[in-house]
């Protein structure tokens, strides 16, 4: 059994901060890609960041320049730091895992249950 556990979302003004944490437990073996994903309401999931075990990122153009993603492959956790927050990227945001279980061949994806963050004045 595998789980995404995350934590720190929560209703900000425009222009704060949020961190958003994640932990991976269980039967795992090795996580390939780690990260965020997001959803609006009335909208598809989307990508928000995500970070290889090698150490690469790649980021949705709409945060570049604000958000970093941090990952401790030690601890199978991620952490996405949020700065200047905007309105629009209020959602719920998902933590993916992309990993080999124990006892598996391949790798499967997992999500967590989301966190609703909200940017509003």
């Known amino acids: 059994q595998v789980q995404l556990l995350e934590s720190g979302g929560g209703l900000v003004q425009p222009g704060a901060s949020l961190r958003l944490s994640c932990a991976a437990s269980g039967s795992i073996v090795k996580i390939n890609t780690m990260g965020w994903y997001r959803q609006a309401p009335g909208k598809e999931r989307e990508l928000v960041a995500v970070t290889a075990s090698g150490g690469s990122t790649n980021y949705a153009d709409s945060v570049k320049g604000r958000f970093t993603i941090s990952r401790d492959n030690a601890k199978n956790t991620v952490t996405l730091q949020m700065n200047s927050l905007k309105p629009e990227d209020t959602a719920v945001y998902y933590c993916?895992?992309?990993?080999?279980?124990?006892?598996?061949?391949?790798?499967?994806?997992?999500w967590g249950q989301g966190t609703q963050v909200t940017v509003s004045s």
């Open positions: 993916y895992a992309d990993l080999y279980r124990l006892g598996s061949d391949s790798p499967y994806d997992y």
